[in-house]
């Protein structure tokens, strides 16, 4: 079975998201702007999600992160909870 490990970043505008991507690409940590700005429980772990199947996040979540490049941050990805940053760190067939 299909599984993926992640971490995300959840705030509440796109336009604060797309700040903080920018701040990644500028070399902060992602783990360090999780821990200071995501408004999800994981932030205080860096962000980090653990692994999981298809169908355990959120539609948009799902196909982000099932799809995307590994260790490359992508986002704004608009959810029913906001927006997120999002970063593949694993994925197996």
């Given amino acids: 079975m299909t599984q993926a490990t992640a971490r995300h970043i959840l705030v509440d505008s796109e336009e604060f998201c797309q700040e903080l991507k920018t701040k990644i690409a500028d070399g902060t ?23 999981f199947s298809p169908g355990q996040m959120v539609p948009e979540f799902d196909t ?24 593949v760190t694993g994925r197996t067939d």
């Avoid at 099932?66 to 927006?83: H, I, M, R, W």
């Fill in 29 to 51: 940590d992602f783990a360090d702007v999780a821990k200071e700005h995501s408004s999800c429980p994981s932030g205080k772990s860096g962000g980090d999600l653990g692994s």
């Fill in 64 to 87: 982000v992160v099932f799809s995307a490049d590994l260790n490359e941050v992508q986002g704004p990805v608009k959810t029913q909870f906001g927006y997120h940053l999002l970063e």
